[in-house]
């Protein structure tokens, strides 16, 4: 059949214009899907000298076009087609931002070359079809797909200048000249007629393209151009409807999704290992990401959505981003100290801020690695989860130390989940670290409640409320609770950076949650007259507190009891040995149990924290008004620890670990609980209860309850795998060597 190109239709989106500013997903095949430019080996692509060409005129085409940006991370060659994305920016200040809403999308029809295809360069094969496939789908046809062909609209006459048909006819007529001057072959096509191009709207599309164009090697053998493809790609179909705006069925699409999310955790991650060869730490690398990104989202804001910026100008993100070498590095510092005198969120955030890049250029690529983002588009659950990435990647440095502040985000999950808060409730963490326990509440608000206009302010600007005591640490949790949406009000900090055991606040609160800081006591160090560095046990003293001591975890446990409310209800994270420890210990427990209603009592599992050789529970209990009679009357202890074994990377707890004892606990009625042990029927079990005056018949009041049978201690058949149990030799042996180092502090005090 004869083709008559007078009578073409086009398949670009009529009425839409492709030079406007925004983001453009494009994909190209070549002529008759022939395995043009090389060949993909384990996973990986592999170009050949046609390949090379068609990358250096991709880039090419950013450094002749000014208002064209292009990334090495939104770009793929593969055999036979290319995937891309491109950027048409606005020149004066060149913002990238994404297309706006509204219009719809449609490939884009242009022509190139004759008709004879050139010959793959040695040990290639083509691969002929006449279809016009979708690039993700494989729908063969016309079809309404965002990204398949239409058929609507007059035939186009020639590229507006500009837009995208012209750039993409420059590049694939550079392309064709170069492939067939260096094969010979004058006047052959190397590209299909058309190309497909889809108009990209908002974050999650974009995330989803980044990650499906990076994924695409490896996902060769699922391909619909790949004439040996063993089945279709589901993160294809995935992709395309996250690019229609729709949320991708949940078994497939929490693969693409969350795969998006971890490739920009990924790439912003990868950037620190170029900075450590400069000697910037993990943390340091963190805290510059939370300068700059904070920067960004203030430009973004004032940019794409017309809010006026909290930065003065001189200090904006502007104003570095125009920038280089020593003049880049200089204003940077000058950006850090001037803002770090602010009031309120950005004087928290920019408080003893320093610039640990030394190198300009690196500093310079950093800015450029967020300025690739547009953070503000992003949903909070997707900016929350990047940042939360990157922290959690910051606790697994051990040489860091900051393990001690990153609570396991299951058991964070499963001890809001039992407590429930609700919404007008004002919470606080005393020992907020990075954040995880008000933003696991603030979620379970949001997750379980319709919040009208008056809530839903209350709770990212009012309910929740922190405390941290180690600058750089409050810094993160700060940016962590504000990429996910909490204390946007400039005027407030919801964490404050301060020793919150130092004094009472002044406020009480409907709910606790923390998990406080292990390790030693309280002490100062000073300087004796010889020169000799001594350090002295500091007891905090203050009222309302049962028992003067150093030992911090006892006076965080009455901390907590101070700042509740009358019936008021706590959660808190406790090391063994508040649970067994005499003196102050049992007096704290013994005032614990006659004034609160201490109901429950989680034993937790060795090897899920970040830092080493801790033992730990989790204590529940709710403050009640005063009375002579005591208010525990009994308590209800789960063992997740016996038997159990967790590691960080084989083996780390999950929340499914967990859901036997969120069912046990019984939030919707804590009073109608039910054993799992029988003394005869179920010696096994981890769920039973211990009355008043069987904890105060215990030595000392002691709360270190177990009963279960080790079974490790009696067949060697039931022996964890080695390297299982060379973790839990290690724990034990850590939390002993930290005991023995409490006491040898004591004994040179």
């Known amino acids: ?215 695409n090697p490896s996902r060769w053998h699922l391909d619909r151009y790949n004439p040996d493809a063993v089945g279709p790609d589901p993160w294809a179909r995935d992709a395309a409807a996250m690019m229609r705006g729709e949320h991708p069925p949940e078994a497939r699409g929490e693969g693409i999704a969350m795969t998006a999310t971890s490739t920009i955790v990924q790439r912003v991650w990868n950037y620190c290992n170029v900075l450590r060869d400069d000697g910037v730490s993990y943390g340091d690398y963190l805290e510059q990401l939370t300068y700059l990104l904070f920067l960004k989202m203030d430009h973004e804001r004032a940019q794409l959505l017309g809010e006026p910026g909290a930065i003065p100008p001189e200090y904006s993100w502007a104003s570095l981003r125009r920038l280089e070498g020593a003049e880049l590095e200089s204003l940077y510092r000058t950006v850090l100290t001037e803002l770090g005198h602010q009031r309120g969120l950005i004087g928290s955030i920019f408080r003893k801020a320093q610039n640990k890049i030394q190198d300009p250029a690196k500093l310079r690529r950093l800015i450029d690695l967020i300025d690739g983002e547009t953070w503000t588009g992003m949903g909070v659950d997707v900016k929350g989860a990047i940042y939360e990435g990157l922290l959690e990647k910051h606790a697994q440095d051990v040489k860091s130390g900051a393990g001690q502040y990153f609570t396991p985000r299951p058991l964070i999950k499963a001890i809001v989940e039992v407590m429930r808060p609700e919404p007008g409730l004002r919470i606080v963490d005393p020992a907020a670290g990075t954040g995880g326990f008000l933003l696991a509440a603030y979620n379970h608000i949001l997750d379980h409640y319709n919040l009208d206009r008056e809530q839903m302010l209350f709770l990212q600007n009012q309910a929740l409320h922190g405390w941290e005591i180690v600058n750089e640490t409050a810094r993160l949790c700060i940016m962590n609770l504000y990429l996910h949406g909490i204390g946007h009000d400039l005027d407030r900090c919801p964490i404050h950076v301060a020793d919150s055991l130092a004094k009472h606040p002044g406020q009480y609160f409907d709910m606790v949650l923390t998990n406080p800081p292990f390790g030693k006591k309280s002490s100062v160090t000073y300087v004796t007259d010889e020169g000799e560095i001594r350090r002295e046990s500091q007891s905090i003293v203050r009222d309302g507190f049962w028992v003067s001591t150093s030992n911090k975890q006892l006076n965080f446990v009455q901390h907590v009891f101070s700042l509740l409310k009358q019936h008021g209800r706590a959660a808190v994270v406790v090391p063994d040995n508040v649970l067994f420890e005499g003196g102050a210990g049992e007096v704290v427990r013994r005032r614990l149990l006659q004034q609160a209603d201490v109901h429950t009592l989680l034993r937790l599992p060795t090897g899920i924290f970040y830092a080493q050789g801790v033992k730990a529970n989790v204590l529940f209990f709710d403050r009640k008004p005063a009375r002579r009679e005591p208010w525990t009357r009994e308590l209800w202890v789960y063992d997740l620890r016996t038997n159990k074994h967790f590691t960080l990377k084989q083996s780390p707890l999950s929340y499914d670990d967990l859901r036997e004892f969120i069912e046990l606990y019984n939030p919707e009625n804590r009073h109608a609980r039910e054993p799992t042990w029988d003394p005869e029927e179920a010696p096994q079990g981890r769920w039973r209860a211990f009355t008043y005056d069987e904890l105060m018949a215990r030595d000392k009041v002691n709360l270190d309850i177990f009963w279960l049978r080790d079974e490790s201690l009696e067949e060697t058949a039931t022996l964890p795998e080695p390297d299982v149990l060379a973790q839990e030799i290690l724990e034990d042996l850590e939390a002993v060597l930290e005991q023995l180092r409490q006491v040898a502090e004591e004994l040179s005090e």
């Not at 609507?152 to 006459?157: E, I």
Request: charged share 20%; proline share 8%.
């Open 1 to 215: 059949m004869s083709y008559d190109k007078n009578h073409r239709r086009s398949i670009r989106l009529k009425g839409y214009d492709y030079s406007q500013p925004g983001a453009y997903f494009v994909t190209i095949c070549t002529h008759r899907r022939a395995h043009l430019f090389g060949h993909v080996v384990d996973g990986e692509m592999v170009t050949n000298a046609f390949g090379e060409i068609v990358r250096q005129e991709w880039f090419k085409t950013a450094r002749v076009r000014p208002y064209v940006v292009l990334h090495e991370d939104e770009f793929v060659i593969m055999p036979n087609h290319i995937h891309g994305i491109i950027w048409i920016v606005d020149i004066v200040g060149a913002t990238r931002r994404v297309a706006p809403t509204g219009e719809p999308t449609a490939p884009t029809d242009r022509r190139d070359g004759p008709t004879t295809a050139p010959t793959a360069p040695t040990g290639e094969r083509g691969t002929p079809t006449t279809r016009w496939d979708d690039p993700t789908t494989g729908r063969d046809g016309p079809t309404t797909a965002p990204i398949a062909p239409t058929t609507s609209g007059d035939r186009p006459r020639g590229p507006v200048a500009k837009s995208l048909g012209a750039i993409m006819a420059q590049f694939k007529s550079m392309v064709t000249k170069r492939i067939n001057a260096l094969q010979g072959t004058p006047g052959a096509r190397v590209w299909q007629r058309n190309y497909y191009e889809h108009i990209i709207r908002n974050e999650p599309a974009l995330n989803a393209i980044r990650c499906y164009i990076a994924a």
